[in-house]
């Protein structure tokens, strides 16, 4: 096909897309301040987060995007199970196998943003690790950001990739300027392609938690991801104001993705970023877009988090979210939440306890059976971060629902319209929601927390 041929498809195809209700761009902005709570969420753990359903048409395996940015399908699911449990998704990949593969794929930068790095001898992230260090040997230029506070726990890789030719690690000391922490978990591979998710740079994480990630194979959305980690290597080379820089092409978002072998279905993605005052230029706060989704939903909304809780330390509430899922069943649409038993401690237990006997809201809490190999400290339980709506939308991303994880802390995730991988993400709760790992919040009940840490 000729230029000028490709160019007039490319043109009718928008034109279709807009003639057809194509989704236009998310409102944003929102959203009052109060105080941090970060310090004993995700910062006073480490493991999970310090720390079977049929294939759904092709949104398992992945969509194909229009063009393809690389190799590979654009937008693609990908977990992290517990072994000895029966949360394996055979069409489903492994994040181990993904993150090797995209790493060793690297040709010129390969830029990550981890919560931590740990290893415990030889594991699933062995291999890992190996392959940031192959892609420096081959001359890739990579960097590596990882939060200061947890350098202290957790020092020996970070330190032997330092020693590395080829490779920069920076510690963020995010609580001197964002007044959290850096909680998100990413790494952008070329400019071309990048992987977010739940999974923390840790062992357990690919062996012993219930994690969920999505691999996102377009330029656009790789900028988007490069320009925040621009944003905090600079902020953490240099501590102070926001640094200036570019700001992505945002008119693009939602970028559409179009489902291949045989679905016929338009996946619309759309980067979604936190904390609200410390964003490049153009980037979208996640907060006003979950609230959004929530306010949209007709039938069903569905999340699963590690941890939720709509009060802060010093007593003030956190309402946004709970305000949403409230104003949600009152209309009759059915709210579920699926959240770890980390959820059993004082005071995050009482507020699921006064929420659940609502009609309409539905809250489980998921334990996942100790290891045959003994008790591992800050794992063996669910840390998947995501939110369906209607089966028609999703949210994947790093946060968990407190104040912190939008307010104070970074954390990344994407909006995503459309039913192939929304109806996926469906099966996916409900394989727990209905299995022996859940059980109802008892209002009335007095809850023991787990053993979480040493």
Request: hydrophobic share 45%; net charge negative.
């Amino acid at each position: 096909m000729s230029a000028f041929l490709r160019t007039c498809a490319a043109f009718c195809y928008a034109v279709l897309m807009v003639w057809c209700g194509a989704p236009t761009a998310h409102g944003g902005g929102g959203g009052a301040a109060a105080a941090s709570a970060e310090a004993g969420g995700a910062v006073a753990g480490s493991g999970a987060d310090a720390g079977a359903g049929a294939a759904a048409g092709t949104v398992a395996a992945g969509v194909s995007s229009s063009p393809a940015a690389s190799s590979g399908p654009a937008l693609q699911l990908v977990e992290s199970f517990p072994v000895e449990t029966y949360l394996d998704h055979p069409d489903l990949p492994q994040a181990y196998d993904v993150w090797v593969e995209m790493i060793s794929g690297a040709r010129e930068t390969l830029d990550l943003a981890e919560f931590y790095a740990s290893d415990s001898g030889a594991s699933r992230l062995s291999p890992v690790v190996a392959a940031v260090e192959a892609a420096a040997a081959r001359g890739v230029r990579v960097r590596f950001l990882a939060e200061k506070k947890f350098h202290r726990t957790y020092p020996e890789i970070l330190d032997r990739l330092s020693q590395r030719a080829g490779i920069q690690v920076r510690l963020f000391d995010a609580a001197a300027s964002l007044g959290g922490v850096l909680h998100a978990k990413y790494f952008v591979v070329d400019g071309r392609e990048v992987y977010l998710g739940s999974q923390n740079f840790d062992w357990r994480a690919l062996t012993h938690i219930v994690e969920l990630g999505v691999c996102l194979r377009d330029p656009a959305l790789a900028r988007a991801f490069a320009e925040v980690f621009a944003y905090d290597w600079d902020l953490a080379g240099a501590a102070g104001d926001p640094p200036a820089g570019a700001s992505a092409a945002t008119d693009v978002f939602p970028l559409p993705l179009t489902a291949g072998d045989g679905v016929r279905d338009t996946l619309w993605v759309t980067p979604v970023f936190s904390p609200r005052d410390w964003l490049p230029a153009g980037a979208r706060w996640d907060l006003p877009e979950l609230v959004a989704m929530i306010d949209g939903a007709r039938t069903t909304v569905r999340v699963q988090l590690l941890t939720y809780r709509a009060t802060v330390r010093d007593g003030d509430s956190f309402e946004a979210l709970e305000s949403a899922l409230r104003r949600a069943a009152e209309r009759g649409v059915s709210v579920e939440l699926l959240l770890s038993d980390w959820c059993k401690r004082a005071g995050t237990i009482e507020g699921l306890q006064s929420l659940e006997p609502l009609p309409g809201i539905a809250i489980r809490l998921v334990t996942i059976p100790r290891w045959s190999g003994g008790f591992i400290p800050y794992a063996r339980v669910i840390h998947a971060k995501y939110l369906v709506v209607d089966g028609r939308e999703a949210w994947i991303g790093t946060s968990n629902w407190e104040w912190d994880y939008f307010y104070a802390s970074r954390n990344v995730g994407v909006r995503v319209q459309g039913r192939s991988l929304a109806e996926r993400l469906d099966r996916f709760f409900l394989d727990l929601w209905n299995g022996p790992y859940a059980a109802p919040v008892d209002p009335h009940a007095g809850y023991t927390p787990p053993r979480i840490g040493e």
